[in-house]
Nanobody, 123 residues
Framework: VQLVESGGGSVQAGGSLTLSCVAS????????VGWFRQAPGQEREGVAA?????????YYVDSVKGRFTISRDNAKNTLYLQMNSLKPEDTAMYYC?????????????????WGQGTQVTVS
């Protein structure tokens, strides 16, 4: 599975961005998929995830709840992250991930496939 992110950029605080991640295969209808971020000198943290297992459940790290929304378009094999009310502390490289088992959707060790990342800078 290959994942390609896009949509990153530089915005002012309070602004919005939408990240996209296109998968080479139809992986978004099974397993858990998510968005992670990593700032310089920090560990990669889970931001948002969506898991389909008897229903669709979304997960968010507390710091982005109410501001970020994860969604997917299965027909396009695309995962999205809508980010509103961005803050300087949201600055990081953002990665999409696929192949998670759903036990701990915001745990990076669950995921088998990663994109190359897209930079988000909030000033």
């Amino acid at each position: 599975v290959q994942l390609v992110e896009s949509g990153g950029g530089s915005v002012q605080a309070g602004g919005s961005l939408t990240l996209s991640c296109v998968a080479s295969t139809n992986t978004y209808t099974t397993h858990c998929v998510g968005w992670f971020r990593q700032a310089p000198g920090q560990e990669r943290e889970g931001v948002a995830a969506v898991y389909t297992g008897g229903g669709t459940t979304t997960y968010y790290v507390d710091s982005v709840k109410g501001r970020f929304t994860i969604s997917r378009d299965n027909a396009k094999n695309t995962l999205y992250l809508q980010m509103n009310s961005l803050k300087p502390e949201d600055t990081a490289m953002y990665y999409c991930a696929a192949g998670g088992l759903g036990y701990d959707p915001l745990d990076r060790y669950e995921y088998n496939y990663w994109g190359q990342g897209t930079q988000v800078t909030v000033s």
